[in-house]
């Protein structure tokens, strides 16, 4: 081995040739993300793929997911933030999947490329960490949809395990090794991300958006497959500027809900992605919706304390913050006769519009709110529970972003 010296301590090795080979000002960017969560047992992989407390034993798990800017390298970062045993991925490929489409379960010959973490095939990742694969020569270009299979030849021994349950991507598992296979016949289709929970790209400098919240912007409502989201139609609408999607339903600002509450994950989720420059914030529905109507006005001020506290974190670290104003639920569960919970929303949100402490507020209430019953969402918007939006509606939240403020 060689030895080195930088700033006179001893080194010993070599510099990787990825590294060595960066050009001055690149580094690595997040093009995708996923919230990670505890999966609930009815999310769980389906038997024989759970067996008691083992999961995916002897199994492959073949995913897509669409990168938001390109890159000509790449890693993958995948997550045991809640399992309940090391997580051993005996293999990792990456390909891009036929036709490029999502979901799909057979991938494009020719492009399948093997993973490595520190020069292994294979890689333990320990109990509530993370582990980022070595960098890959894989070009991408903004908007592709990826192919990640992974391969478990012992499984994972806990039934409590790391996911995205709310993927609305469709994920194939199959016995045996097929992280090399073009075909996986016979696979079972389920729809949610298991394991995986970044993807980075190596390019010049660039400044990203995180996206913080629940099921409207997990894409509850929207197409499977169809990468309709908001967030997703906001990509759309950009140039060359990664969005990451930290959002999950039933997720809330306060308490701990489906995965932890804003206030415990933003260190996570927001200040450890790197090259991030904004926040959207748009979450406090679910705090509002399971709160006793009783106890509204203190959700309500503890909402806008929460706010505060958010906003003060992210501009520690020089990340600007755009507070969206929370959208109607007239006629769904959480409405109440008495209005107790419309009323908290409408304080929430006049605090929002009129505080000063957000660096931009986006209106996404009045543009999707029927300006005939302001406390309902317009019929055109409504997937039909009166909470959640159809992909018309979650289009007209992305074009309520102008996007000047993220340029």
Do not use: C
């Not at 079972?188 to 099921?215: A, C, K, M, N, Q």
């Not at 499977?224 to 140039?239: A, F, I, M, S």
């Amino acid at each position: 081995m060689r030895r080195r010296s930088f700033l006179g301590l001893a080194v010993t090795g070599a510099l990787t040739p990825a590294v060595a080979r960066a050009a001055p000002g690149d580094r690595w960017v997040g093009t995708w993300v996923s919230m990670p969560q505890l999966t609930e047992p009815g999310n769980m992989p389906p038997p024989p793929f759970t067996d008691g407390e083992q999961v995916l034993a002897g199994a492959t798990v073949r995913q897509t997911v669409r990168v938001t800017v390109g890159g000509r390298k790449l890693r993958l970062r995948f997550s045991n933030a809640f399992g309940g045993a090391v997580l051993p991925l005996t293999s990792v490929t990456v390909a891009l999947p036929v036709d490029g489409k999502a979901g799909a379960s057979a991938t494009k010959p020719g492009t399948t490329r093997r993973v490595t973490f520190n020069g292994r095939s294979f890689v333990d990742v320990r109990v509530g960490a993370p582990a980022v694969s070595d960098p890959l020569d894989f070009a991408v270009a903004p908007g592709t949809n990826l192919t990640v299979t992974a391969y478990l030849a012992h499984g994972q021994a806990s039934s409590r395990i790391t996911s995205h349950p709310g993927s609305r991507t469709t994920s194939h598992l199959l016995a045996g090794d097929h992280t090399e296979s073009v075909e996986m016949p016979g696979a079972t289709p389920v729809d949610h991300w298991y394991f995986l929970s970044g993807v980075e790209v190596l390019r010049p400098r660039t400044s990203g958006v995180v996206v913080i919240g629940d099921s409207l912007s997990d894409g509850r409502g929207s197409t499977t497959n169809g990468n309709d989201r908001w967030p997703d139609q906001l990509v759309d609408r950009l140039h060359d500027v990664p969005v990451l999607n930290q959002a999950a339903g039933g997720n809330r600002v306060l308490d701990d809900g489906l995965g932890p509450n804003v206030l415990a994950r933003l260190d996570r989720d927001l200040l450890a992605q790197g090259g991030v420059r904004w926040l959207i914030l748009f979450e406090g529905v679910n705090d509002i919706g399971t709160a006793a109507t009783t106890a509204q006005q203190t959700v309500a001020e503890d909402l806008i304390a929460a706010y505060q506290q958010i906003v003060d974190r992210a501009h520690a670290h020089d990340i600007a913050v755009y507070g969206a104003t929370l959208t109607p639920f007239g006629g769904h569960g959480y409405d109440d006769p008495e209005g107790m919970r419309e009323s908290a929303r409408q304080t929430v949100n006049r605090w929002i519009r009129t505080s000063r402490r957000f660096d931009a507020v986006l209106d996404f209430d009045a543009a999707v709110r029927d300006p005939a019953v302001p406390r309902r969402l317009l019929p055109a918007a409504d997937v039909g529970d009166h909470l959640h939006l159809n992909p018309a509606g979650y289009r007209m939240l992305a074009h309520a972003v102008p996007l000047r403020l993220l340029h």
